[in-house]
């Protein structure tokens, strides 16, 4: 049980690290200017030399803030990985520990969710439902709403995306 609930307690560390994450991009993306802005700084530092080292001083400036913006996020992702790595780890070793607690079944799949690995995750939610048949109304809807995500990832997946660029895109959007 002890597992159980610490894999809990990770996965909440997870979701609030998640929101920090959502925070710390969104604050990234704030940072970055706008394209049509930098054409117009290039363009009156072309036409006018004398303040060409100004706006240079300004784009150095604004490119240590959001690398360091980048290094936040990068951060904050890392943490949030690291609380559901052991969420995952605890809730998966409370399965073979607990193999008829259909709570252990429930938790592993939140886990395995978590870190998107979704094919896996519907297969404890349905062991969950196999030993707890109580669960349905509560499983039934994340099964099918999983089984969709699924099927968009592996469109992307055909249509060319990275792995990497999937999964940090997952991350922030929750």
């Known amino acids: 049980m002890l597992l159980v609930m610490r894999a809990t307690a990770y996965l909440q560390r997870a979701y609030n690290h998640r929101k920090e994450l959502k925070v710390a991009v969104q604050a990234l993306e704030d940072s970055v200017p706008d394209p049509g802005a930098l054409q117009s700084l290039f363009s009156v530092a072309a036409q006018q030399p004398s303040l060409t080292n100004p706006i240079i001083s300004r784009f150095v400036n604004d490119f240590k803030i959001q690398n360091k913006k980048f ?3 990068k951060f904050r992702h890392g943490l949030y990985e690291y609380a559901l790595l052991h969420a995952t780890q ?5 399965t073979q520990l607990l193999p008829r607690y259909a709570m252990t079944w429930m938790r592993a799949g939140d886990s395995l969710a978590e870190l998107r690995k979704l094919k ?3 297969q404890y939610y349905e062991k969950a439902l196999q030993l707890d048949p109580s669960l349905t109304d509560t499983l039934k809807p994340t099964i099918a709403r999983l089984k969709a995500s699924q099927s968009v990832l592996d469109t992307a997946r055909q249509d060319g995306y990275s792995e990497d660029a999937l999964r940090v895109a997952l991350d922030v959007l929750g």
């Open 90 to 94: 605890d809730s998966l070793r409370a």
């Open 120 to 122: 896996e995750s519907v």
């Open 71 to 73: 290094q936040q996020t």
